[in-house]
T-cell receptor, first 106, second 116 residues
Framework: TQLLEQSPQFLSIQEGENLTVYCNSS?????LQWYRQEPGEGPVLLVT?????EVKKLKRLTFQFGDARKDSSLHITAAQPGDTGLYLC??????FGDGTTLTVKP | DAGVIQSPRHEVTEMGQEVTLRCKPI?????LFWYRQTMMRGLELLIY????????DSGMPEDRFSAKMPNASFSTLKIQPSEPRDSAVYFC??????????????FGAGTRLSVL
């Protein structure tokens, strides 16, 4: 089983700040997905990265896949309260990391 | 499309009782997944089906858990007998698994199970 470690586990910031969360593994990913889960809801897919070194942008969110395809990061610029949620990375065979719980205070 | 529909949204039961969770996947999807989410263990894959056939049930914790998919539009996850440690949020997800290998899963809103 491919283990995915996410950090930090919890993050609380003020509106307008920037942040980066990480997803790491000792194994190589064939692809990696990032999800956001809001309280009382199921996870929603944000992005899939496939190629080493790939960078994808989704408005204020920037996703980067490591060159060796063993790690990934999610950077949020000028965070807003609506970004609050649990951010999960997922690898092959539907293996999920433990997630980063982000709270953005107004 | 209404998305993946799970029922009930909340279930409270007593230890030893049978619990049945239900899922209606998105129409046209050929893969269905059952997950369990807890604070301690995060989101864990229990079982997934492809074209109504169970492919990988290695995540099913014990024989008390069973899942069925009698047709493409319905699946159940049953716990019998239930125990307090089964308390969790159970998610169902569906996807259209094609030759490209992409696996975009769409999750339901989950069933919050409390076993007293």
């Amino acid at each position: 089983t491919q283990l995915l470690e996410q950090s930090p586990q919890f993050l609380s910031i003020q509106e307008g700040e920037n942040l980066t969360v990480y997803c790491n593994s000792s194994s190589v990913f064939s692809s990696l997905q990032w999800y956001r889960q809001e309280p009382g809801e199921g996870p929603v897919l944000l992005v899939t990265v496939v190629t080493g070194g790939e960078v994808k942008k989704l408005k204020r969110l920037t996703f980067q896949f490591g060159d060796a395809r063993k790690d990934s990061s999610l950077h949020i610029t000028a965070a807003q309260p609506g970004d609050t949620g649990l951010y999960l990375c997922a690898g092959a065979r539907s293996t999920f990391g433990d997630g980063t719980t982000l709270t953005v205070k107004p | 499309d209404a998305g993946v529909i799970q029922s009930p949204r909340h279930e409270v039961t007593e230890m030893g009782q049978e619990v049945t969770l239900r899922c209606k996947p998105i129409s046209g999807h050929n893969s269905l997944f059952w997950y369990r989410q807890t604070m301690m263990r995060g989101l864990e894959l229990l079982i997934y089906f492809n074209n109504n056939v169970p492919i990988d049930d290695s995540g099913m914790p014990e024989d008390r858990f069973s899942a069925k998919m009698p047709n493409a539009s319905f699946s159940t996850l049953k716990i019998q007998p239930s125990e307090p440690r089964d308390s969790a949020v159970y998610f169902c997800a569906s996807s259209l698994r094609g030759s490209s290998g992409k696996n975009i899963q769409y999750f339901g809103a989950g069933t919050r199970l409390s076993v007293l």
